[in-house]
């Protein structure tokens, strides 16, 4: 380690790099390292990634042809509804935090995170919640199979996996708040001189406004699933008519946070693609400004239309046509998002190498969940569409091939810097490849599914639905598969490989490409002077 | 942009075209495919059906220009051909642009999607009126007005339960069939009142158009006027539990004298039962 | 900075008591939860009967795990706006020991609810009914004058439940 030049970017001799507290086991307990607690972050949301997929993979064996194979329908459900929550609150959530972790005090030129202990809090919520979630598996009655939403009464009616599922729910939400709030104050408090926001890079913008979007929402999710606990077991009646309560305020609470929650998932994916697209264009972002107000409105309108997702509850005709006209306006700054980053590809001089490759990908099959978003945001015709495998299709593009990719593309862009090696491109062109055909062959067809009329949520479905769940079943297992291809293309870039310079790519600009590869244990402990280059001249 | 965007633009609008082309002829086939939704049954299911297709054809046209962009880009502007980076990172009147022509466009949208709504909350003036509530795990049906008045029956999945477990091949209604399908005339006006017993179902009718969630202690209504005769088929459409797949719904819509006849068989069924609990015993009968 | 601990610890528990007449200010807004009480009082501007129009009102009625018999005694109504109604609803209690429900009325479509004023209605309060009793129950409304015109069908539908630890 004291072989690895100092810290370029405050040229002065300080003490070394490496680490100096305990050592072992307990060097991660007690980590306060942004960089240590990155990695833990990265690490457990791709074992929850590994888990979910695993119910995923069930699911979609059972779903293989007509008839019941594999597992009944009590138990189908409650590997519907773990799969939602493990992805979302356990894979997608966590591993964006593990981003800002370790990137943004490298990228605003921060030694640290502002609040190191409180982090190492955050993150060691996290394992004793999933194991609370996944336990709850193994407790009489099983886990809650009320789906990820946990509409009640049926949420109501779940034995004691749901209670806790609400008590994972709680401690997740705890720690997510805890990071969102370090993230917002070491972005405003901590940048290095010279940065003003708005010379900030553009994956900061998307934290900033998402770290504000969690605080504001999780609460409310606490609320809502506090509220069936009590209803539960305290005698409550909160979603319950016969004491003056209401089935559907759950469901106005719930997506109250849950549609600025797809935001959480989506804004820091935006922000990695507008990271790595002019890496590989060699050529500064196109509309900086309007990225970051397309970002900004699109967090304040997400707070207008969680009623897109109830438009079958019955609400007169004035509410929906409300909830629809705030909807499909969502699609404006989201539009002018991904004309940028065409804007920014245009006439620049591109090459491919795997981050690219998935930023490209994520673009293009992001926007298809953006198109059938926007029909699902037409009212009269989201009669249709709601509860089915048309928006299955749906949010499987914009997670998957959304969050999920712009993850990948974020990890294959900054792994050089994390580990000092590069990582195989041959394989890693190849995980691509195999991510985005499988990804295709397994949803796709989904939307003629939900189409011609199956529902989703059941474990078995008439046979004129057969072959396009049979694609459906072969495409998720390569899917699978592929994804084990990129644990060994990560492990075997931890191991070794051809060193990576500082810059790592040609075309990089930011003061996260100014200290060398492999980030040193301590980066920026004297602020570094920042300039900026490209944008705003 | 220069004379190259404009050239590109023209290249991009003949693709768009052609790719049009291909997809209304499949339009036709795609009629009742399984790509598509069901025929629809009724001119709500129809109006739905026609917004639909406008959706679809919007987002493809859009998703053809801006595609072409992008892949002609990828193409073109790549290190590998000699590509330069250009420098231009802002343009007020194309941020403008692309922001003004996307909001036309979803007025486009929408003003043809309201007229639907409107249409779709207006539930006055039925013929007939049906309550739909959900159970744990079936329908029950009570005709409340209308041609039919009193009839109630509970209806619930009626595939044999062989097909349910292992191995014997699905017939061809496999858990879209019920032992008391719901009977309706053609042509007239059926509202449907919907509430449920327990948790929330859903009361899902593709070919018909409608779906309304049944919420336990309240009730919601939709409706349909139903256009051809024919046996249309739909499923609960919320989660509600273990046997949520297994609780399918089926409409009959026959002529109108036919609705008479079933209605006259269903009275005297109901009157049968309850002359029988009259009798006291029923050695002391006949 | 134990004071201002202090301060922000009262502060907190205060809020979470102010919540209680906020909501309910909430609640009297929105027209939320004031299901039990009678509407009664602010329907005085408008006795006006107006005869030109005529609303049918059918009559619903649902029991929510209840064993008892709860049907209403007319199958509809058409009235004017403005009229005064009553209609009768019949519960029959079907078990051998006392049981106490609570009626929750709810209107079809949903817009109604804001043009329907219940006078008089047993889902005001709580019903005890002995073993096997039956009652016949009034309810007494006036949709007022303020209904949109297209506004021709109305539901009235009540769901019983059961008061759990009375009876
Ligand atoms: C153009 C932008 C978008 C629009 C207009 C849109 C619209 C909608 C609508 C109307 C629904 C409700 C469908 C239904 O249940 O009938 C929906 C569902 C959903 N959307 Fe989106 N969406 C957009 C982008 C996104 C993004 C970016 C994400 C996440 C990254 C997302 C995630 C979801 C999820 C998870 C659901 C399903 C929730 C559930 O029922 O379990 N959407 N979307
Ligand atoms: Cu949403
Ligand atoms: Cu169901």
């Known amino acids: 380690m004291s072989a690895v030049p100092h810290d370029v970017a405050h040229g002065h001799d300080h003490h070394d790099d490496h680490h100096h507290g305990p050592t072992g086991l307990m060097r991660w307990i007690t980590a306060t390292n942004h960089k240590d607690i990155g990695t833990m972050y990265l690490i457990f949301s791709f074992i929850m990634f590994l888990s979910g997929g695993v119910m995923a993979l069930t699911l979609r064996a059972e779903l293989f042809q007509p008839g019941l194979q594999v597992v009944q329908p009590e138990f189908f459900n409650q590997l519907t509804t773990m799969h939602g929550l493990v992805m979302v609150f356990g894979a997608i959530m966590p591993a964006f935090v593990g981003f800002a972790n370790w990137m943004l005090p490298l990228m605003v030129g921060a030694p640290d995170m502002a609040f190191a202990r409180m982090n190492n809090w955050s993150f060691w919520l996290l394992p004793p919640a999933a194991i609370l979630l996944i336990g709850s598996f193994f407790v009489p009655g099983g886990a809650t199979a009320a789906g990820w939403t946990l509409y009640a009464p049926l949420s109501v009616q779940m034995g004691m996996g749901m209670d806790m599922a609400i008590f994972a729910i709680h401690i997740m939400g705890a720690s997510s708040i805890m990071g969102a709030i370090n993230i917002v104050v070491t972005i405003l408090n901590m940048r290095a001189p010279g940065m003003t926001l708005m010379k900030m890079p553009l994956f900061c913008w998307t934290w900033l406004i998402t770290a504000y979007l969690l605080i504001a929402v999780m609460p409310v999710l606490a609320g809502a699933v506090t509220m069936v606990l009590t209803d539960r077991h305290f005698g409550t009646t909160f979603f319950n008519a016969a004491g003056g309560g209401d089935p559907v305020l759950y469901q106005h609470v719930f997506w109250f946070f849950g549609h600025p929650e797809v935001y959480i998932m989506i804004l820091p994916a935006f922000g990695i693609v507008s990271q790595i697209i002019p890496t590989f264009a060699r050529k500064p972002l196109f509309g900086y400004a309007s990225m970051v107000y397309a970002t900004a409105s699109i967090a304040i309108l997400s707070f207008v239309v969680w009623a897109h997702h109830m438009f079958t509850t019955g609400m007169p005709a004035k509410t929906q046509i409300f909830f629809m006209y705030a909807t499909m306006l969502i699609a404006v700054p989201t539009g002018v998002k991904v004309f940028n980053w065409i804007a920014t590809m245009w006439r620049g001089s591109m090459t491919f190498e795997t981050p690219m490759l998935f930023s490209v990908g994520f673009i293009f099959v992001f926007t298809l969940g953006g198109f059938t978003g926007l029909m699902l945001s037409i009212a009269p015709v989201d009669i249709q569409y709601q509860d089915t495998y048309f928006v299955v299709a749906h949010f499987h593009y914009v997670l998957v091939a959304g969050s999920l990719f712009a993850l990948f593309a974020g990890t294959y862009y900054w792994l050089p810097k994390w580990t000092g090696y590069m990582y195989d491109e041959k394989l890693g062109k190849r995980h691509f490849w195999l991510s985005m055909i499988f990804f295709n062959v397994t949803f796709f067809p989904m939307h003629f599914l939900g189409l011609a009329g199956m529902q989703r949520r059941v474990p078995d479905y008439n046979p004129m639905f057969a072959d396009f769940n049979e694609l459906a079943t072969v495409g998720a297992f390569g899917f699978g598969l592929t994804q084990l291809l990129f644990a060994y293309v990560i492990i075997k870039c931890i191991r070794g490989g051809e060193k990576a310079t500082a810059q790592v790519w040609e075309g990089a600009e930011g003061l996260e490409w100014t200290v060398p590869s492999p980030a040193p244990h301590h980066t920026f402990e004297v602020p570094p002077v920042f300039e900026a280059k490209g944008h705003h001249h | 942009m220069t004379n190259n965007a404009a050239l590109l633009m023209k290249k991009t609008v003949q693709a768009a075209a052609g790719l049009g082309g291909i997809f209304a002829a499949s339009a036709t086939w795609a009629a009742n495919s399984k790509y598509n939704f069901q025929e629809p049954a009724s001119r709500m299911a129809a109006d739905i059906h026609d917004l639909h297709m406008w959706m679809i054809w919007i987002c493809l046209i859009i998703f053809v220009v801006v595609f072409g962009f992008m892949f002609y880009s990828i193409y073109a502007h790549r290190k590998s051909k000699g590509a330069v980076a250009a420098q231009f990172h802002e343009s007020t009147t194309v941020e403008i642009l692309w922001t003004v022509i996307p909001v036309l466009i979803l007025v486009g949208m929408a003003w043809p999607a309201t007229k639907t709504v409107l249409a779709q909350k207006d539930t006055t003036n039925a013929d007939i009126t049906i309550k739909a509530t959900g159970y744990q795990w079936k329908w029950g049906y009570d005709y409340i007005k209308g041609e039919g008045e009193g009839i109630a029956f509970v209806s619930t999945l009626s595939t044999p339960r062989g097909q349910l477990e292992f191995g014997e091949y699905p017939g061809e209604n496999y858990l879209l069939e019920v032992d008391n399908p719901v009977v309706v005339p053609i042509g007239k006006k059926v509202r449907i009142l919907t509430t449920a017993q327990d948790v929330i179902h859903a009361w899902w009718v593709p070919a018909l158009g409608v779906k309304q969630d049944a919420i336990p202690g309240f009730i919601r209504d939709t409706w349909f006027r139903a256009d051809r005769e024919g046996v249309f088929r739909g499923v609960c459409a919320e989660l509600c539990g273990k046997d949520h797949g297994y609780m399918p719904i089926e409409v009959h819509v026959v002529s109108e004298e036919k609705y008479a006849a079933w209605v006259a068989a269903q009275k005297q069924k109901s009157a049968a039962p309850a002359a029988a609990a009259a009798q006291p015993a029923p050695a002391s009968a006949s | ?167």
């Open chain 3, 1 to 167: 900075m134990l004071v201002r601990l202090a301060i922000a610890a009262v502060g907190m528990f205060g809020f979470g008591f102010a919540l209680v007449p906020f909501y309910e200010k909430i609640c009297e807004v929105t027209g939320l939860r004031n299901l039990l009480v009678s509407n009664a009082s602010d329907n005085a501007e408008n006795t006006q009967v107006d005869t030109t129009r005529n609303i049918v009102v059918e009559m619903d009625a649902n029991t929510h795990s209840l064993a008892w018999r709860f049907k209403p005694l007319q199958s509809n109504v058409t009235v004017h706006p403005g009229q005064l109604v009553r209609v009768d609803y019949e519960i029959e209690n079907t078990l051998d020991r006392a049981v106490t429900g609570q009626a929750i009325p709810s209107y079809g479509p949903k817009v109604a609810e804001r043009h329907f004023r219940k006078l008089e209605c047993f889902c005001f309060t709580q019903q005890t009914l002995g073993p096997k009793e039956k009652r016949i129950m009034p309810v007494v409304f006036v949709i007022d004058g303020t209904a949109p015109v297209d506004m021709n069908e109305i539901t009235l539908s009540y769901t019983f439940f059961e008061v759990a630890g009375k009876g």
